[in-house]
């Protein structure tokens, strides 16, 4: 029995996935992800069959760019986190994470939705979660950080400085940062205050969010 193999891409095809990535990116980070298709495929100087022959859905479209930006991400994340000192190293991190949210509408609007209705959701979360538990064991080791902080409150705390970006970051641009230092104080585990509320998980987390994702526009 002849086992079929996957027929690779002819030349031309690669070059106008490119584009198509290229242009979907520039448009994503800019106006969000409700962005017309239409305007990504003139940007990209390809015709409508044509984007749709490589991405079928905006989804799919949305999760290309959104999973090669994250995997670059994640391994400049990694090193990073090796390499610097335990508390340095989340509060870069988390800085960083929240800088790249307000670069890019797409994260912010589009992410959570995507990630959580296709294939990539899990493989993301499995690199982010190496990363975060990464500085959190470190942190925690050294006794800089809180002892009741797990990974969920670290995802909950970038969803929630994430939304003072949304609402602030027109009117006043950079006020995020304060919140961040505020945030990043309390999260200290010199003379943190015990919290009577239990502890909340990845699922917990999953659960909650699901339920206020809005569908995206198809256009």
């Known amino acids: 029995m002849t086992v079929p193999t996957t027929r690779p891409l002819r030349r031309d095809a690669v070059r106008n996935r ?12 800019e106006r969000g992800a409700n962005v017309d298709v239409r305007e990504i495929a003139r940007a990209a100087g390809v015709g409508m069959g044509t984007l749709y ?8 479209l949305l999760g290309a760019v959104i ?3 994250f ?7 990694l090193q990073a986190a090796r390499a610097s000192e335990p508390w340095a190293g989340l509060a870069a991190f988390l800085e960083d994470a929240l800088a790249r949210q307000n670069a890019d509408r797409a994260l912010m609007d589009g992410v959570f939705r995507v990630l959580a209705t296709t294939s990539l959701l899990d493989d993301c979360r499995s ?13 925690h080791a050294a006794g800089e950080l809180r002892p009741d902080v ?16 949304e609402l602030t970051e027109a009117g ?14 309390g999260l200290r585990a010199a003379g943190h205050t015990p919290i009577t509320e239990p502890p909340i998980t990845i699922a917990d987390l ?10 995206l526009e198809n256009s």
């Open 172 to 185: 006043r641009p950079g006020l995020w940062r304060r919140q961040l230092r505020i945030t990043l104080d």
């Open 71 to 77: 995997d670059a991400w994640m391994d400049e994340a």
């Open 127 to 139: 690199r982010m979660s190496e990363v975060i538990n990464l500085l959190l064991d470190r942190a």
């Open 18 to 29: 490119e584009q198509i990535l290229s242009a979907a990116s520039a448009a994503f980070a």
């Open 53 to 60: 022959r490589h991405f079928a859905t905006k989804d799919q």
């Open 67 to 69: 999973k090669a930006d």
């Open 150 to 165: 797990g990974e969920a409150d670290i995802a909950l705390t970038m969803m929630a400085i994430g939304k003072i970006i």
């Open 206 to 215: 999953d659960a909650a969010v699901c339920h206020s994702i809005p569908p």
